[in-house]
């Protein structure tokens, strides 16, 4: 029998008629940390599709785990797609499927440029988050891009979920902060106007005393852990541990 770490069920409202419940169970497995959910969060959620997302919610097979034992390793690798799930069975992924391109309705499309990679914070409105910093992809699946407050409530702690390589994600607030900053200047021709933080690339990772690292970490208690925070990058993009076989890289 598998011992149950935590069990949720909630109401959450996706729509103003339709309901449907949370359902997420986290168990230890051999040397792993699991998670069997429907991808459904405990909290309400913005009206979808909307006009920035034509995507409705629906509830998914989610069965991911983490290594248990996680180990720092000396390089970080770069992740797009889920890069971690929250302690209630929703998943963290903060990159997305727009790149800069001039003939796009919205100045960005799936086929655009690859070296400038739309930032979701960097463009409102576009593509429909809701009060959770969620919205919803083209399969159905709810997920994060930055913070909902309320897993804090969820987990009773500033643990708020578990990324790909197993450690554990906290949210602070300004307790932590970024070492990311805007680039100064104009970007490179090809590209108009000054970096303002539309794209990824418009960031830099500058680093100093105090601050978190490239894929937004640092120790908590003596123990390294991956931080959401409130600036760039938000989420991180990178992850210093072996990432689970679980966490492919997917549409978003």
Known sequence: MKPIFYTFTALLSLSVVAYAANSVSIYK???????DANGLPDHATGTFPNRGNPNAISAQKVNMCVPLNPKKQVTSKKVRGTIGIAVNGVQFRPTTAGFYDPKGRRGHS???DK???????GAPGNLGLDFNNGHVGRGGLYHYHGIAKSLTKTSGSTLI???????????VGEKVTSGYQLKQGVRPSGLSGRYDGTYNEDYTYVGGKGKLDQ???GLLNGKYAYFVTESYPFIGRCLWGDISKDFANGEH
């Open 161 to 171: 979920g578990y990324a790909g390589d197993g450690f554990e994600m906290h949210y």
């Open 110 to 112: 799936r086929n655009g």
């Open 29 to 35: 497995k051999d040397d792993q940390r699991c998670f």
């Open 215 to 217: 894929c937004n970490g």
């Open 115 to 121: 070296n400038w990679s739309l930032d979701i914070f």
